[in-house]
């Protein structure tokens, strides 16, 4: 069994069944994820008795590296094989003094969206908790002393909300100050496409910061271009917005990916404007990012400022994200693991 599939309850219930003393838990999980440990017999302040029940059903393994692509503007894309083969992608992102890391929570995703790369081959299946980890630990490993991983965003592959049992047990673990990776929960974000019941769930289980992919500002633009919209419209996912709890001046960021003649419009920004407004928000510009096959295009860049103004006129905060890592298709919407396709096709 994998050790990182365990919740520190869970870990606590084992070493209590196995007549291990409960304290040994909170020293399991500081070598797993403070210290970076890879095996049993480095923990050495546990008595060799225990190290060996542990061995004996634990493992602690970390991902394969397949390989690493360098952005010229510093991101940095992970391609890393899960053991049953499938392919999973992570990407870090240099911002002027810490970095943010991009990551999975599905094997593809189910979700469909229409502008979106790794919709192209439907869900191969859930991450594990110990995968959601490992895609931190193990690129954490790799940073020197002076680069500072501080931000995780759950905005690559997957819908995190979709995985959400695993998610949460992730989440746990990610932002646990005293025995875990000790991540600030405002600097942790999860994105979602909408699944509304999965969203309030979230809100009264953590206290991460909310991400929505909203992309369209009325339910026929959405519905076409995010198929989840049918199940959840605009209505019930603004009102799921509103109740969620959020500390004080917290906000919730709205993405919106613009892509020419769809969404780009001058009335498109008033509505989305006005649809925002009982929810504290800010908003975040994605200009679309192109991959092979894909009819969209971006906006040009007067169009997209022109939105932004919009926006401005009306008091939201509103940033335009610049892409980085275009080059090595490891901008938002472009992640793709392209190995699971040749997998299905041979
Ligand atoms: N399923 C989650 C997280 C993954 S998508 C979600 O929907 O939020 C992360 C972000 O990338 C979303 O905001 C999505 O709208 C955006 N995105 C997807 N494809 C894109 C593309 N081709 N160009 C720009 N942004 C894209």
């Known amino acids: 069994m994998e050790i990182k599939n365990y919740s520190y309850l869970e870990l606590t219930d084992w070493l209590a069944e196995n007549r291990v003393d409960a304290y040994r838990a909170g020293q399991i999980f500081r070598w797993i994820y403070t210290r970076q440990a890879d095996s049993f017999e480095q923990m050495t302040d546990i008595s060799k008795t225990v190290r060996a029940k542990l061995n004996g ?5 970390r991902l394969a590296k397949v390989r690493s692509d360098y952005s010229r503007d510093g991101a940095c894309k992970y391609l890393f094989r899960l053991a049953d083969g499938h ?3 992570s990407v870090l992102i240099p911002d002027k003094n810490h970095f943010t890391l991009c990551i999975s929570s599905q094997v593809g995703c189910a979700q469909n969206c229409r502008f979106c790369f790794t919709a192209r081959g439907g869900l191969i299946r859930n991450l594990t908790v110990a995968e959601i980890l490992s895609q931190i630990r193990d690129i954490a490993r790799d940073l020197n002393g002076n680069q500072r991983l ?3 965003v759950f905005m690559g592959m997957g819908e995190p909300l979709a995985n959400y049992r695993n998610l949460i047990k992730a989440l746990h673990i990610i932002t646990d100050r005293d025995v875990g990776l000790n991540f600030s929960h405002r600097r942790v974000t999860v994105s979602t496409a909408g699944l509304v019941p999965r969203l309030l769930d979230l809100g009264n289980q953590t206290r991460v910061s909310l991400a929505i992919s909203l992309n369209a500002a ?3 633009t ?6 989840i919209n049918r199940v959840y419209p605009l209505e019930q996912l603004l009102e799921a917005c509103r109740q969620y709890p959020l500390e004080h001046r917290q906000k919730i960021t709205f993405e919106y990916v613009l892509i020419k003649g769809v969404n780009d419009s001058q009335q498109d920004a008033q509505r989305l404007a006005k649809l925002l407004r009982p929810i504290k928000s800010k908003i975040n510009l994605i200009p679309f990012n192109a991959h092979p096959g894909c009819p969209f295009s971006c906006p040009p860049e007067s169009a997209v400022l022109q939105f932004q103004q919009i926006l401005r ?3 939201y ?6 892409s ?3 080059d090595i298709a490891a901008a938002c919407g472009q992640l793709s693991a392209a190995v699971n396709r040749n997998n299905h096709q041979s």
């Open 313 to 315: 006129n009306y008091r």
């Open 150 to 152: 501080t931000n995780i």
């Open 324 to 326: 980085k890592g275009a």
């Open 222 to 227: 959405r519905n076409w271009l995010m198929p």
């Open 87 to 89: 392919h999973i992608e």
């Open 218 to 220: 009325d339910n026929q």
């Open 317 to 322: 905060t509103t940033t335009i994200r610049k």
């Open 57 to 61: 059903f634990f493992c602690n393994e």
